[in-house]
């Protein structure tokens, strides 16, 4: 099998991943393992294993004048982005978080516009209106409590937090990413993530009585960690390596498709009128805002 195959295979299997880790992880909480306990399985599991596979890697040295931004980027992208959208899951439904995360790209092209002042066509305007139209929806018009979903409202907010926060971090990582070796880059995040998520996650993760959680539990635990944590960046790292950046976020449309299938599959949430309304705002707004080869006015 051809490289760029092996790419597309990358690419969808990270789609598949992201899709399925709603419910999977919505499955243990907050019975056996609170949201901000599994946050802290989730970055000291994925330091541990950047750390192990970096010995593969270069040997680099992050320059000093960098570590603020690495700083930044660590709180934005693996502490405000992970709480909001694990605490947000338990409270809401897989359904909507899988609508929801996809504003990413929305999110990026409205920070681009005021912070490095790339050009909005009207095309891209009207699929962030659209995008914020179908999110404001599900968190002002939506029902308020569901299937183990006691607070759906201010779960769909923390949805779009956890958006917020995270399309921040993809501008501010960019130079990052351009300098340093992927490996060195994500184990010294992740190991900055975990020293700032320790104080707020530990309680929590104290918690845990690991005793008490089924096999499937453990299975579910495992999944985020390695899966959701570990395994989608660096397939999404091989696929940029043969893929445009372009065609490799186009799979982004997949994961709501994803989501939502294995949710119903499941029996682990329904599907309203105004859901799949939104999720149409939404996916409309992503692609709008994602044709940048569409010229301006």
């Known amino acids: 099998m051809s490289s760029r195959n092996l790419a597309f295979l990358a690419a969808i299997g990270a789609t598949v991943i992201y899709g399925l880790n709603h419910t999977i992880a919505k499955g243990v909480m907050p019975q056996y393992v609170k949201p901000f306990g599994f946050i802290l399985l989730r970055v000291s599991g994925a330091a541990i294993l950047f750390w192990v596979i970096s010995i593969a890697g270069p040997r680099q040295a ?4 960098d570590w603020l931004r690495l700083l930044l980027c660590a709180f934005l992208g693996m502490v ?5 959208f694990f605490k947000g899951l338990q409270l809401s439904t897989p359904v909507n978080s899988s609508v929801l995360v996809t504003l ?4 990026v092209a409205v920070f681009s516009f005021f912070l490095i002042r790339e050009h909005l066509t009207r095309i891209r305007s009207l699929g962030i209106l659209l ?7 599900l968190i002002f018009l939506n029902k308020t409590t569901g299937m183990n979903a006691p607070n759906i409202p201010l779960g769909n907010f923390l949805f779009l937090v956890n958006a917020t926060s995270y399309g921040l971090y993809l ?14 880059l994500m184990r010294w995040l992740f190991t900055v993530a975990f020293l700032i998520n320790l104080p707020i996650t530990l309680p929590e993760y104290l918690e845990i009585e690991w ?3 089924p096999a499937w539990g453990l299975a579910s635990i495992a999944f985020v960690v390695i899966g959701t944590t570990f395994l989608t960046y660096l397939f999404n790292v091989f696929a940029l390596t ?12 997949g994961q709501p498709v ?3 299938a294995f949710a119903l599959m499941a029996g682990k949430d329904t599907l309203s009128l105004l859901e799949v309304l939104a999720m149409l705002l939404v996916m409309g707004g992503v692609y709008l805002v994602s044709r940048r080869s569409i010229p301006g006015p």
């Open 80 to 84: 405000v982005n992970m709480l909001a």
């Open 62 to 65: 992050i320059e000093k004048r």
């Open 242 to 253: 043969q893929l445009k950046a372009s065609t490799v976020s186009a799979f982004i449309y």
């Open 131 to 137: 995008g914020f139209l179908g999110a404001l929806s």
């Open 104 to 107: 990413t790209p929305i999110i």
């Open 171 to 184: 501008i501010l990582v960019k130079k990052l990413i351009e300098k340093y070796h992927p490996f060195v």
């Open 258 to 260: 994803i989501g939502i």
């Open 211 to 213: 005793s008490g959680i």
